[in-house]
């Protein structure tokens, strides 16, 4: 059983940067890989990145490849997105996964967080 819960969304101009973190609580988080989707008004939930428990192997969307980079530290139980150059097609509420299974393009994962929301001014 594993809770995740995400901070540091917020309002950026385009262009700017922001950090998200998704903090896992009950089992270590070094048991699952870790993921981010995002999910904008009127548009279904959608895959933005993956890693695996060990930090191995990374996974992204096509349309955050270069400035989106996800990365964990399993110390902290916690799972980073850092978001650079963003774009106003970009907002949407943020939300952390946790599965078993590293996972690619597929957004059926077994743990979800309540979610943050980023909004990119133009």
């Known amino acids: 059983q594993v809770q995740l819960v995400e901070s540091g969304g917020g309002l950026v101009q385009a262009g700017g940067s922001l950090r998200l973190s998704c903090v896992a609580s009950?089992?270590?988080?070094?048991?699952?890989?870790g993921g981010w989707f995002r999910q904008a008004p009127g548009k279904e939930r959608e895959f933005v990145a993956a890693i695996s428990r060990s930090s191995t192997f990374t996974y992204y969307a096509d349309s955050v490849k270069g400035r989106f980079t996800i990365s964990r530290d399993n110390a902290k139980n916690t799972v980073y997105l850092q978001m650079n150059s963003l774009k106003p097609e970009d907002t949407a509420v943020y939300y952390c996964?946790?599965?078993?299974?590293?996972?690619?393009?597929?957004?059926?994962?077994?743990?979800w967080g309540q979610g943050t929301q980023v909004t990119v001014s133009s």
């Open positions: 996964a946790a599965d078993i299974l590293f996972k690619t393009d597929d957004n059926t994962w077994l743990y």
């Open positions: 009950g089992r270590t988080f070094s048991s699952y890989a």
